[in-house]
């Protein structure tokens, strides 16, 4: 009888073979080329360790193409750092009429960090801040132009907080979306993520009266006390937060793709469980429907994605076991790693929308904005002086 044989010989397999031994018999050695072979130093006669199966499966000897190393400085103008101003978490820059446009979170005043015994007190730099924007004709010297979209009233979702935009411009009208916070800004308060709307890139900007995103209603918090650990049930990915929007026009639909952070939030394999979701609308002011499919990522923090070759190109920056990875996906919601990074990534990149960038994996990174820490001795990183600087993201040649 081939079924009692063949369950004797699994039965067998199971009782003597070792984990790796198994895995190397289960092995299918046929569907690597002797190129791929020979690019990962193998050879098909001897034996594979753990590791060099991996190689093999996670393809490390291809997309070389999409390694690089980025660099990082400083600009010049009202750019240039002032320790009494935070400016960070620059959006996309958009080329209009020949001039640079970027909007990012500008805020003032002493940060305190949370239980400073006052409610009011100022928690984060991105806390009381608004949303303001900048102009400039090299991408070098900036000039801070104003106040582009402020906190609501008394009682209304963002009167705390607006921060973190990204711009999108569409059919001759420009959008911003952005988080929001209602007072009071504790360590379980949830966000919002917002949106205004300008018929010009210098403004007066139309605020929706409602959030176009919320946190998934599905946790429970354990006990009253405010710590963000302690949950009875986490929820969805994005129960907590829903940070980093960022907006695109694709496939005809707008995608709108956002960092999540989970109440009780526990550790992965890469530290922080933070991963990325998007939601999809048929017009630009929504409704948004959050995808079957999130997580869409196991990893990530701010958002950085760009189309490229038809589907969406990202970078996975930190948190998670798939940090430092720059992943490709043909529809925007299915990603696989192409390449593994150097540390030094910038922290939330905004992207230069006028770059060609189908012609390299890295091309649209040729250069754009991000922010930089500047760490003040004996104060907590979130009291650090912050600034916006500009970097570049060269293909790795390692020949050189
Ligand atoms: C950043 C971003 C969001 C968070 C805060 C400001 O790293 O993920 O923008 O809210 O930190």
Redesign the pocket.
Known sequence: MPNAVYLVRAALFLLFCSVSVCAEEKFDLSRYSDEDLDKLALSRDGKLSASSMRALERGYHLNADWFGLFSMGPLKGDFAYDAKIWR??PSRVLLVDGLYYTWY?RSTGKVYGFNSGKVENKV?P?DKAEIWYATSKDGWTWKEEGLAVGRGPAGAFDDRSV??PEVMQHEGKFYLVY?AIKAPYLLRTK?SVAMAIADNARGPWRKLEQPILLPADNGIWQGTEDDHYKAIKQGDFDSH?V??PTLMFYKDKFYLYY?GERMGERLTAGGREIRWGVAIADKAEGPYVKSEYNPITQSG??LLIWPYQGGMAMISTQDGPERLTMQWSPDGINFEIKAYLDAKIP??IGLVESLERESAPGAALSWGLYHQYVPIEGKAWYQWGNYIGRFSFDHHDGAK
Request: net charge neutral; glycine share 0%.
């Open positions: 960070r978490d979170t984060f991105w921060f973190t988080q966000n937060k940070h980093d960092k923090h701010e922290h939330a």
